[in-house]
C-alpha cells in the first residue's frame, strides 16, 4: 500500500530519489534501458557490505540481520521459533532489547538508507517488540563459555556494567558486579523515570543476564566501602563502568550552596527512590537534553501540594495554614495536601528543534504543559533575604559552532520560580578513595581499547570516559569484554575493524544450516589451479562488512515502493491529565504489526530473495541455488559459461549484493 500523501508531505520534502525528473509525464523504459547495455568481461560476484543503519548503532546490532529474520527471509534452524531466532541475533550485541527499543533515541533510524525513498524503518519498535516478545516467553540469553578461572570486578551495575558482565560471562569469565544502590540498573532505574522504562521491563532484562551467573555485591560503594587494593588483590582485571551521576550546576551568580537549586540527577534519582512526592509551584528546569525533559515531566506528573482551607479546619494542623505550601519534603504532608499542576518552565540555549533530547519527548513534554523557552541563556539566580531562589534571570542569547552561547544585551527577563534544576550536564562522582582515576574533569582516560590510561588491568566503559546514551555504553560493554579476553590471553590488543559492528556471518550460517565447506586438504588436490569445483571455499563471494558501508547510490532503490512506516500507537496526555500520570505511554507492536515494519527493510548489502537478478539475465546465467544447498546469501548462483558480463543482474539487483567483479 502506498503512502498516502498527506503523510509524507513533511518526509517528501527531504526525498532525493526520484523516479520523474521535473517535467516528465511519461513513464521512463528503465528496462529497456538496461537492456541495451553493454557487456564486459566482468562477471557477478555476491558481496556483502554493512547497512548504514548497523553501522550508526552504537551497539553494533546485526539490525538488517534480525529484521530480515521478522519478515521471514532468513529462516531459523529447526525447533527454533522465528520470535526466538531473531532475539537471539540481537542480543549478540545488545543484552537489553525491550528497554532501547523504548528509550534509544535511535541514531540507526537516522542512518537508514530507506529515508532516501520514504521513510526510515521503525528500527526501535521492531526492537522493542523483539525484547517483549522475549520477556513474555521467558527466552534466555546464550550460555556461559566454559569457566577460564578468571575473575572481574565490575565496578558500576548500569548498562555498561551489564553488559560488560554479559559478553564477559560468554567467554568464560566470572564476574562480580558492585554498585553502591540497593538494586542494578544504574540511570535505567536511577535516572530515567517509570514510565518511560517500565520497571518490570527492566528487572526482566537484568535478571537474564544474572541468571548466567554473574555475581553482585549491592550497597557497596567502592574506594570507601571496598578499597582499590582489595579489588585488585581479589581480581585478575577491574572494569569501572561508574557512570556520571553528579550533576553540574549553573554557572550563575548565587547557584552555589542555594536550597532549592538542586541537580536533573540528584532530582530524579530522589523521585525515583520515592522520596520526592511534588514539588513547589514554580518549577524551572535549565537544560534541553534528555535529564531536563525527565525532570520537567516528573515535575507535571507530581505537581504541587497546599494545605486547604477544609484540611485547616479538619486536621487542625498546627504548623500550618491555609495554602502554605507543602513542596516537595514530607510524603505524608504531601499525600495530606490538596495537588494542583506545577508551573514549570524547560529552557534551552538552542531553538526547540536543535535540542539534545529526542523529539517525540520534547512534543510530549509541551502537550503534558511543560513551557519550553528555547535560545535563551541563565543569568543570575535571585533570592529572597532567607537565602532561597525565587526567580531566574535569563537574557536572549546566540550559540557559536563550540556551543558557547553570548548574551544578547538589553533582552533580559525574569522567570519567578520556588526550585530551580541545572540539567546541563554530568560529571563521575569519583572522590571517596577513587580521586586517583579523575583526569581532572570529572572522566577516566581510556586508550582505544577501553584500556585505563597507565593502570594494567584496569579498564573502562560507559558515560565515565565521556557522557552519551545507553546504547554507547553497551557497545563499550561488548569491546571492553573482548579487550579484557586479549589481556587474559595475555595477546597484543589488535585494531579494532573500520566498521566496528556485529555482521552476518555467512560461514555461521553454513555451518548452522550443515552446509558448511569441506576442509582444505592440500595433498588430496590433484590440480591447484582452478578452484570453481572445490568444495573447500565459498565461491563467488566477498565479506567487505568490517570495511565498507553501503550508501542508498550503491542499491536500485526504484525497485522500492513508497510505504507507510508502522508507527506504535502512543498514549497522548494533555496537560490537563498530566497530574499523577505515571503509567507507559507507548503501547508496542503486534507480531504483524512487526512482520509488515521489517519488510519495508531494503537489506542493504546483503541478498533480499527477490528474484530481480534471475528474471532479468537475458542469458539465463543467473540461477536459484537448490534448496537443500540455499541459505541467506547463497540464494543463487550464475552459471559462468553462460554469463556475458552485461551487468543487468548488478542492475537490477535492490540491494547492492551484487558487483561485476570476476574476470579481473
Ligand atoms: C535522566 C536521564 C535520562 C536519560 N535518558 C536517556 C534516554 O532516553 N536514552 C538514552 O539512550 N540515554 C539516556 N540517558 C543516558 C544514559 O542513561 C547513560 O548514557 C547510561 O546510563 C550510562 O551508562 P553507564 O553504565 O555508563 O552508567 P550508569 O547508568 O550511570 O551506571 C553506573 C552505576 O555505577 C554506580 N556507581 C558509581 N560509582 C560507584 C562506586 N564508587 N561504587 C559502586 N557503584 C558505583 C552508580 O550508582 C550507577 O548505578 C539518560 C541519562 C539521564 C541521567
Ligand atoms: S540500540 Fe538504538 S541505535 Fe541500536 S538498533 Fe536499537 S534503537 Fe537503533
Ligand atoms: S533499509 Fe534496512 S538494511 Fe537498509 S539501512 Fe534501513 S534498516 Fe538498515
Request: aromatic share 14%.
Given at each position: 500500500m502506498a503512502t498516502p500523501a498527506e503523510k509524507i508531505t513533511q518526509k517528501s520534502k527531504g526525498l532525493t530519489f526520484r523516479r520523474y525528473k521535473e517535467g516528465d509525464h511519461k513513464p521512463q523504459g528503465w528496462k529497456e534501458s538496461i537492456f541495451q547495455a553493454s557487456w564486459s568481461h566482468k562477471c557477478p560476484t555476491y558481496v556483502h557490505r554493512t547497512p548504514p543503519c548497523q553501522g550508526s548503532c552504537p551497539s553494533g546490532e546485526d539490525i538488517r540481520g534480525w529484521l530480515g529474520i521478522v519478515r521471514g527471509m532468513e529462516k531459523p534452524p529447526a525447533g527454533t521459533t522465528w520470535q526466538e531466532y531473531a532475539f537471539q541475533r540481537l542480543t549478540n550485541a545488545n543484552p537489553l532489547p525491550a528497554i532501547m527499543g523504548r528509550v534509544c533515541p535511535a541514531p540507526c533510524q537516522k542512518g537508514c538508507n530507506r529515508n532516501t525513498v520514504d521513510d526510515f524503518v521503525g528500527i526501535n519498535a521492531v526492537e522493542q517488540f523483539i525484547g517483549d516478545t522475549a520477556l513474555k516467553n521467558g527466552y534466555k540469553l546464550a550460555p556461559p563459555g566454559p569457566d577460564t578461572g578468571k575473575k572481574v570486578a565490575i565496578i558500576g551495575g548500569g548498562p555498561a556494567g551489564l553488559s560488560a558482565a554479559y559478553q564477559l560471562r560468554r567467554k568464560g569469565h566470572a564476574c562480580v558486579i558492585f554498585d553502591d544502590h540497593e538494586k542494578l540498573g544504574g540511570m535505567m532505574l536511577y535516572g530515567i523515570p517509570g514510565y518511560r522504562v517500565p520497571r518490570d521491563t527492566l528487572q526482566g532484562e537484568i535478571q537474564r543476564i544474572l541468571d548466567l551467573g554473574v555475581e553482585t555485591r549491592l550497597n557497596t560503594r567502592v574506594g570507601r566501602d571496598v578499597s582499590v587494593e582489595q579489588l585488585e588483590k581479589e581480581f585478575d582485571a577491574v572494569l569501572w563502568a561508574l557512570g556520571c551521576k553528579k550533576g553540574r550546576g549553573l554557572p550563575?551568580?548565587?547557584?552555589?550552596?542555594?536550597?532549592?537549586c538542586i541537580s536533573g540527577v540528584d532530582f530524579l534519582s530522589e523521585f525515583n527512590q520515592q522520596r520526592k512526592h511534588a514539588v513547589p509551584k514554580r518549577v524551572i528546569v535549565v537544560g534541553g537534553g534528555d535529564t531536563s525533559i525527565d525532570v520537567a515531566s516528573v515535575a507535571r506528573r507530581l505537581g504541587y501540594s497546599f494545605i486547604s482551607e477544609d484540611q485547616v479546619k479538619n486536621?487542625?494542623?498546627?504548623?500550618v495554614s491555609e495554602g502554605s505550601e507543602i513542596g516537595y519534603v514530607a510524603h505524608d504532608a504531601a499525600v495530606l495536601g490538596v495537588r494542583e499542576g506545577a508551573q514549570v518552565t524547560l529552557t534551552s540555549l538552542f531553538p526547540i528543534d536543535q535540542m539534545t533530547a529526542a523529539e517525540h519527548e520534547i512534543q510530549d513534554a509541551m502537550r503534558e504543559g511543560v513551557d519550553i523557552q528555547a535560545g535563551v541563556m541563565p543569568v543570575e539566580i535571585l533570592k529572597n533575604n532567607q537565602g532561597l531562589a525565587t526567580g531566574l534571570k535569563m537574557c536572549k542569547c546566540t550559540v557559536d559552532k563550540k556551543g558557547i552561547p553570548s548574551p544578547i544585551a538589553g533582552t533580559e527577563y525574569v522567570i519567578e520560580a520556588d526550585m530551580i534544576v541545572s540539567a546541563i550536564g554530568q560529571f563521575g562522582d569519583l572522590g571517596e578513595g577513587l580521586d586517583a582515576l579523575n583526569n581532572g574533569r570529572g572522566f577516566i582516560d581510556s586508550d582505544p581499547f577501553y584500556q585505563v590510561k597507565g593502570r594494567k588491568g584496569h579498564f573502562v566503559a560507559g558515560d565515565i570516559i565521556r557522557p552519551h546514551l545507553l546504547t554507547t555504553a553497551i557497545g563499550h560493554g561488548a569491546v571492553v569484554a573482548n579487550t579484557i579476553d586479549r589481556y587474559f590471553q595475555q595477546s597484543e590488543q589488535v585494531k579494532r575493524p573500520k566498521v566496528d559492528v556485529h555482521h552476518f556471518n555467512l560461514l555461521a550460517k553454513l555451518h548452522e544450516a550443515e552446509l558448511a565447506p569441506e576442509e582444505f586438504v592440500a595433498e588430496a588436490l590433484e590440480d591447484l589451479r582452478g578452484t570453481h569445483a572445490a568444495k573447500f571455499a565459498v565461491h563467488n563471494y566477498e565479506d567487505r562488512a568490517a570495511f565498507e558501508i553501503i550508501s542508498p547510490q550503491g542499491l536500485f532503490l526504484g525497485h522500492f515502493n513508497q510505504v507507510a512506516r508502522n508507527l506504535r500507537q502512543e498514549i497522548h496526555i494533555s496537560a490537563d491529565e498530566v497530574l499523577g500520570h505515571f503509567s507507559e505511554r507507548m503501547i508496542g507492536l503486534t507480531d504483524e504489526g512487526a512482520i509488515t515494519e521489517a519488510k519495508r527493510c531494503m537489506s542493504c548489502g546483503l541478498c533480499f530473495e527477490c528474484d530481480n537478478c534471475v528474471v532479468f539475465c537475458p542469458q539465463e546465467a543467473v540461477k536459484r541455488t537448490p534448496k537443500k544447498e540455499a541459505t541467506t546469501g547463497r540464494y543463487v548462483y550464475t552459471e559462468y559459461s553462460r554469463c556475458i558480463g552485461c551487468h543487468i543482474c548488478a542492475d537490477v539487483c535492490p540491494t547492492g549484493y551484487i558487483s561485476m567483479g570476476l574476470g579481473e
Open positions: 550563575v551568580p548565587g547557584w552555589e550552596n542555594t536550597p532549592n486536621f487542625g494542623h498546627d504548623n
